[in-house]
């Protein structure tokens, strides 16, 4: 059983699009994470989010928004996609939050923009 | 804001021997956490090994261990006995100990390769 799913794994798609990309996991943790990796490997957080807080990157454009329906749950949502959106977003989970606990990564999404 | 450095963009390695990755970092924090990743080919991040920073005593996880000096913010992570299965990039990361959001800050990564 996956711990960390996230769908589509493969997305490629024309500029100005609105797309979405969907993580689940199944291990009772608080908090869910974005995290993007760009074409030269370097990793950025983009979002935290745990059932009572958001906290957001601030160098991430408002085009992209994290929507949680429930606590295992955490989608990545982005607008009017740009040739610069293309990446790999990662989604994590941990249950230890602010207290340097593992993080617990999915596959990877590779987003692709046309 | 805290930065991380891996100086080491590539390295190889033949199987069996031991290779020595790169991290350092800047903070004005004086507790932290510091973690190494591994990313194989699969894509997917795996925790390798973690060590916090009020703790004098290097983490080992089996063949992997770290070299942590803390005055001059530096954070290696040794490879004993490389496997084939090694090969993978490494992210070196860092957290302050009170960290709303828990959000990791990555280095650039090195890619390891292990030769046969």
């Known amino acids: 059983d996956t711990a960390v799913s996230q769908t589509p794994k493969y997305l490629v798609t024309q500029m100005g699009n609105d797309k979405s990309i969907k993580c689940e996991q199944n291990?009772?943790?608080?908090?869910m994470y974005w995290y993007k990796q760009d074409s030269k490997k370097f990793l950025k957080i983009m979002f935290s989010?745990?059932?009572?807080?958001?906290?957001i990157n601030e160098t991430v454009p408002n085009r992209f928004s994290p929507k949680s329906p429930d606590k295992a749950h955490l989608n990545l949502h982005i607008n009017s996609l740009e040739l610069g959106d293309s990446a790999v977003y990662f989604c994590a989970s941990s249950l230890e939050t602010g207290r340097g606990g593992e993080l617990f990564f999915g596959e990877g999404s590779r987003l692709t923009v046309l | 804001a805290q930065t991380v450095t891996q100086s080491q963009p590539e390295m190889s390695v033949q199987e069996a021997e031991t290779v020595t990755l790169s991290c350092t970092y800047d903070t004005s924090e004086n507790n932290y956490y510091l973690f190494w990743y591994k990313q194989p080919p699969s894509r997917q991040m795996i925790l390798v090994i973690r060590q916090e920073a009020y703790k004098q005593q290097n983490a080992t996880e089996n063949r992997f261990s770290v070299n942590f000096q803390k005055a001059a913010k530096s954070f290696s992570l040794k490879i004993s006995d490389s496997q084939l299965g090694d090969t993978a990039m490494y992210f070196c990361a860092f957290s302050p100990l009170y960290n709303a959001g828990n959000m990791l800050t990555f280095g650039g990564g090195t890619r390891l390769m292990v030769k046969p």
């Open positions: 989010y745990n059932n009572k807080e958001l906290i």
């Open positions: 291990l009772g943790h608080d908090t």
